[in-house]
């Protein structure tokens, strides 16, 4: 990986390259979105209403190569709000590389700025190669999420 790597906040001019991380993150995971969705996820992630919504675009020789998506909420288990990676992409040429740790890493530092009590995400259990870097960077729990059922 090249020293340029830079990881910040997403500004309101990443929306084309967000768009393309965002959506090829969405395609690994078979899930096609409405046009109307990019729209209002972007415009959370800007919005000063929306503190607990941010996203992480990471640049590489200004090439967008990655993204991360996490949110605050609180817990009624803590007394600080705890910090949910809901996204995690890195292009798929780059893997391997370190970016996914970089954005892991900057999530964990943005948590610890704002005094979160913790910080945690959820994958596929299939998802073998970034289940790697995780159990590197996270202790694997042994919760198994389960959703509504569509009506």
Request: hydrophobic share 40%; proline share 5%.
């Given at each position: 990986?090249?020293?340029?790597?830079?990881?910040?906040?997403?500004?309101?001019?990443?929306?084309?390259?967000?768009?393309?991380?965002?959506?090829?993150?969405?395609?690994?995971?078979?899930?096609?979105?409405?046009?109307?969705?990019?729209?209002?996820?972007?415009?959370?992630?800007?919005?000063?209403?929306?503190?607990?919504?941010?996203?992480l675009?990471?640049?590489?020789?200004?090439?967008?190569?990655?993204?991360?998506?996490?949110?605050?909420?609180?817990?009624?288990?803590?007394?600080?709000?705890?910090?949910?990676?809901?996204?995690?992409?890195?292009?798929?040429?780059?893997?391997?590389?370190?970016?996914?740790?970089?954005?892991?890493q900057?999530?964990?530092?943005?948590?610890?700025?704002?005094?979160?009590?913790g910080?945690?995400?959820?994958?596929?259990?299939?998802?073998?190669?970034?289940?790697?870097?995780?159990?590197?960077?996270?202790?694997?729990?042994?919760?198994?999420?389960?959703?509504?059922?569509?009506?």
């Amino acid at each position: 990986m090249s020293a340029s790597l830079t990881i910040r906040p997403v500004t309101a001019g990443d929306k084309p390259n967000w768009h393309d991380l965002w959506q090829a993150y969405l395609a690994f995971y078979n899930t096609e979105l409405p046009a109307e969705i990019y729209h209002s996820s972007f415009a959370r992630l800007l919005d000063p209403a929306c503190p607990d919504l941010n996203g992480l675009i990471a640049m590489q020789d200004d090439q967008p190569i990655g993204l991360a998506h996490y949110i605050f909420h609180r817990h009624m288990w803590r007394q600080n709000d705890v910090c949910y990676l809901q996204d995690l992409f890195v292009a798929p040429d780059i893997r391997g590389c370190g970016v996914g740790h970089a954005l892991i890493q900057a999530v964990y530092d943005k948590a610890d700025t704002a005094g979160a009590s913790g910080v945690y995400w959820l994958t596929q259990s299939d998802n073998t190669k970034a289940r790697r870097l995780y159990d590197q960077m996270a202790d694997l729990t042994p919760f198994i999420k389960y959703q509504r059922k569509a009506a």
